[in-house]
């Protein structure tokens, strides 16, 4: 898979190509688990709400097999309907006394060892019990699916380097055409608690106003130094988190969603959100409902690709600045990924490296209600990077 790299190429100067290396082992994994019987007459359950999870539990459905249930353990998503399926806390759906030998658990996740040590605490047996519909961990290590022989790849310190040039062009020009953005997620935790990267994150998050980053992708059309991956409808890229890239560089990103393009920073969008009860139910599900037919439609590029722009219409009809309440629904963080409007309409300029970037005045209030106690250092264990990807310069460079 992938775009008419010629006619992109012309266009924004950098290159972008998708691969479906890892789509098509999860597709042979499940069709192999059928093909065995082993989720014939049996109590599917789904462990996680990811967009991976979608995709499992639409594959199946279509195969004759439904989910009846999905744990997670994100409290705030139990008793929620998503992607047609209850979820749970996996205590409670999963518990000793809740334990019947005619459940089935499919995970699909980088945290599967957790997860899975997890479930045979409650007496549940890997391969018996417990399957991988992906080993997502041993996916995101194999970068076969590249040839990058006599690339020179970049240290882990140039990595850094070049995604702070990318946010100091992004400040620039920002601050030229008077587009909004934020530092946010573990970016915005770096600034405040260690003035530049969290020590051990790898990436840099930002996020704006749909409207925003749409002017930005029009400013950064013809730059020949930077480029912009995101929404336009002339790329086989789907997420509604962007890219925004430098030319310089080639970066191959390995996870469920294979491709390459430069080494970049993650922007992400906020919209409007209704607030009054019945226009918000019926917001969070058509936008759960849009993004589950994207991914679930991976299969037929052009079939996702019509259901993503289907997707950002109806993002562009809650504009940022009608609403009260703003977010991003279709985020790891989900509900919680939900702030009022004043949190964001001041800024404040906060240190990172050597640069000084725009952070929500509010941004105690942000970090709270995603983080909690964001100022304490997480256990010794958790201080790891858990982004993959490998960057290289150019040849020609």
Known sequence: MGVNKEEYN??????????????????????????QGILQNKTVVMFGTSNLASIVIYYLKQKGIQVQAIIDNDSSREGKIVYGVPVFLPEQYMSKEAYSQDKIVLIASTYQKEMRAQLEQMGYEYHK????????????????????????????????????????KLDTVCKEHGIRYYICGGTLIGAVRHQGYIPWDDDIDVVMPLGDIIRLEEVLRNDEDYSFIGMSPDMEYFDACSLMVDNRTVCDFNGFLQLTSGVSIDIFPFIGVPQGQEEFD?????????????WNLMYDMKACMQAYQEQIQYMMTFDYDTYDTIGNVLGRYFLKDIFPR????????????????????????????????????????????????????????
């Open 10 to 35: 012309n266009r924004t100067h950098t290159y972008y190509e998708r691969h479906d290396t890892a789509i098509r082992t999860l597709y042979h994994n499940l069709d192999t688990l059928l093909e």
């Open 129 to 168: 019990n417990i399957f991988y519909a992906i080993d997502l961990p041993q996916v995101m290590n194999d970068y076969s699916y590249v040839d990058r022989t006599s690339y020179v790849e970049l240290t882990d310190d140039e990595i850094k380097q070049v995604q702070l040039g990318i946010l100091q």
């Open 282 to 294: 019926a917001y969070i599900k058509q936008m759960r409902t849009l993004e589950m037919k994207k």
């Open 342 to 397: 004043y949190y964001f309409e001041e800024t404040v300029e906060l240190p990172f490296e050597h640069l000084r970037l725009a952070a929500p005045k509010h941004y105690h209030e942000y970090l709270t209600r995603l983080y909690g106690d964001y100022m304490k250092l997480p256990p010794k264990e958790k201080q790891v990077g858990v982004h993959y990807y490998r960057a290289y310069w150019r040849k020609e460079q």
